[in-house]
């Protein structure tokens, strides 16, 4: 049992600016100081939970076609081939969030970049999984492709409600070879166990890059990435955690014992 980074938030957490560490994060995308904030959590734990908020014209690295609010670590990237890891999280839409929103909305990811003989690096393919709504409405989706800038296959979670918080898992084995492997977890409000809602096995989940292409790493991130839209919206990432084992992740079952209690409009 090893755990490989714990991105929980801590009440000390702040904004130090576009590009810089938060928290336990090596690096971010939050354009400003109200992009993602940390307040207690109110699930019957010691923990602290992240507000992401995007709004319209707020873009970040000079595109205009995303609104990005991401998190990433030195520690949750350069997975190598044959890696097999897991990863878990909670995540909540504001109670305000009303479907269907103008554009797609991401939450978590695997992506492949390359490296450069000069040293540069650029992402290679696009994203390799990643769990969000893609066509703006309601059900939350895991999405996965085996070739760079292929076409996806979509796996459905669930419909997610606004105000309710959802316990997501993700165990995968990153590899080239076709012996690859992903599960998805989920538990909703009320339940106490996960239940296991996707199972995929025999695939690739990393693209072949050539040495022309350069070395391949693959990173995760996480947080509320979208498609350019002139809405408001907020959505809230809890105890996000990469590791070896199940153990390693798991969200704790929350003392509150019915979804009714679940919903937190204050926050």
Known sequence: MTLVFDGSFKETDKWLGYGKSFGNWSFSTLLKYDTLVVSKSNRG???YSGKFTQRNGEFGA???TVNRALLGSNQASNWPNNTELWSGFSIKLDPTWIF????????????????LPD?????????????????????????QRSQ??????EYTISDITPGIWYDIMIH???????DGFFYVYLRKPGETEYSKIISKTGVNTLFTQTPEQGSYRA????GYYRGASTETKSMWLEMVKYG??????EYPPTECPTPQCKITISQ
């Open 219 to 222: 990173d995760s991130a996480v």
């Open 172 to 178: 995968t084995k990153l590899t080239i070879s076709n």
């Open 62 to 64: 000079g595109d205009n």
């Open 100 to 115: 269907p929103a103008q554009s797609w909305s991401l939450f978590w990811e695997i992506q492949q970049h390359a490296t």
């Open 244 to 249: 070896t084992t199940r153990a390693d992740v």
């Open 148 to 153: 760079p800038n292929g076409v996806y296959t």
């Open 45 to 47: 734990h010691d923990n």
């Open 119 to 143: 040293g540069t690096t650029h992402a290679f393919g696009g994203w390799n999984m990643c769990i969000q709504f893609p066509n703006a409405k309601n059900p939350l989706r895991f999405l």
